[in-house]
């Protein structure tokens, strides 16, 4: 962001998604997010990547 011109760049928050928000449902009957993270580690996916993580960024243009 900051390359892009912006300033006082700022994490304010961040957190992984849930199972809960990231389910199955009548909309999207597919897989969701637990289709897709390590069984054993759920902080990970099955590929061994970290589980996704959501920010809320805040800057100044």
């Known amino acids: 962001m900051r390359r892009l011109g912006f300033k006082n760049v700022?994490?304010?928050e961040q957190n992984y998604t849930?199972?809960?928000e990231?389910?199955?449902s009548d909309w999207m009957k597919f897989n969701?997010?637990?289709d897709f993270l390590d069984p054993?580690?759920?902080s990970k996916t099955v590929e061994?990547?970290?589980a996704p993580l959501r920010a809320t960024i805040?800057?100044?243009k």
């Open 18 to 20: 849930s199972l809960e």
């Open 58 to 60: 805040i800057a100044n």
């Open 10 to 12: 700022r994490i304010v």
């Open 48 to 50: 061994g990547l970290p």
């Open 40 to 42: 054993q580690d759920p």
């Open 22 to 24: 990231q389910k199955a």
């Open 32 to 34: 969701s997010l637990k």
